[in-house]
């Protein structure tokens, strides 16, 4: 599964995530650091990934565009790198089931209970 985080996660939770998620990038590993959201949008249509991120922005793009490539919308207040990487960890099978779903195009994943 390939992710793709956005500038507003720190590319450092690429190594805290499991391995279900080992095709992730981030947009500075991808030159994408000052592209817009429209570039990066365009980028991970061609190249196939998941879009991660916390800016609604994306969502808007969704709307506006449909998809591919799938939005994943994190909503939960600027959270820290461990704690992102373990929702994505405890929601994998949640996750794994949004990215088989070909109709759905964006996941909200907000903080219920992450540790």
């Given amino acids: 599964m390939k ?17 279900v998620y080992s095709g992730s990038s981030h947009v ?6 000052n ?7 365009e980028y991970a249509r061609l190249h196939q990934f998941i879009i991660v991120t916390q800016d ?8 506006l565009k449909g998809f591919p490539p799938k939005i994943l919308w994190f ?7 461990d704690d992102l990487a373990l ?15 070909v109709e759905l195009g964006c996941l909200e994943l907000s903080r219920i209970k992450i540790r």
């Fill in 3 to 19: 992710l793709l985080f956005d500038q507003n996660i720190s590319y450092r939770i690429l190594k805290k995530l499991p391995e």
């Fill in 28 to 33: 500075k590993s991808e030159g994408l650091m």
């Fill in 35 to 41: 592209a817009s959201d429209l570039e990066i949008w």
């Fill in 56 to 63: 609604s922005d994306f969502n808007d793009l969704y709307l």
């Fill in 75 to 81: 909503q939960t207040s600027n959270l820290g790198t």
């Fill in 87 to 101: 929702i994505l960890k405890n929601r994998k099978k949640d996750v794994l089931d949004f990215i088989e779903n």
